[in-house]
């Protein structure tokens, strides 16, 4: 296992990750629904959003962000190992964009929990 340097930059630990289980959870007791009526909307949710960008559809979700299909350009990329040149084809890709308000929220709360530490 590689170990990364610290001693050029400051350290800052990724926050652990917040899995369906957990967002299932929170959603659950701030509703009042049961964990499988929430697990119901959840995957449902997640069903049409799938389904919408498999049509190349664009989901806009104000003061939240947008969620669409981009087409990335084939190219030409090197196995690290031998140095081989690989050709990657063209594929579409769901791409994610946070809206302004978000992103500015973000900003924000993670200013002010770094500015706490």
Same mark, same amino acid.
């Given at each position: 296992?590689?170990?990364?340097?610290?001693?050029?930059?400051?350290?800052? *630990?990724?926050?652990?990750?917040?899995?369906?289980?957990?967002?299932i959870?929170?959603?659950?007791?701030?509703?009042g629904?049961?964990?499988?009526?929430?697990?119901?909307?959840?995957?449902?949710?997640?069903?049409?959003?799938?389904?919408?960008?498999?049509?190349?559809?664009?989901?806009?979700?104000?003061?939240?962000?947008?969620?669409?299909?981009?087409?990335?350009?084939?190219?030409?990329?090197?196995?690290?190992?031998?140095?081989?040149?690989?050709?990657? *084809?063209?594929?579409?890709?769901?791409?994610?964009? *946070?809206s302004?308000?978000?992103?500015?929220?973000?900003?924000?709360?993670?200013?002010?929990?770094?500015?706490?530490?």
């Amino acid at each position: 296992m590689r170990r990364r340097r610290t001693d050029r930059l400051s350290f800052h *630990p990724l926050p652990t990750a917040v899995t369906k289980a957990d967002l299932i959870d929170q959603i659950a007791s701030g509703t009042g629904l049961t964990k499988i009526e929430t697990e119901a909307v959840v995957n449902g949710f997640i069903a049409l959003l799938k389904a919408g960008l498999k049509r190349g559809e664009r989901i806009d979700l104000r003061g939240f962000g947008t969620f669409r299909v981009q087409l990335r350009a084939a190219r030409t990329a090197r196995n690290p190992r031998t140095n081989e040149e690989i050709e990657v *084809p063209a594929q579409y890709v769901p791409v994610f964009k *946070p809206s302004r308000e978000f992103r500015n929220a973000v900003d924000e709360a993670m200013k002010a929990k770094q500015a706490h530490e």
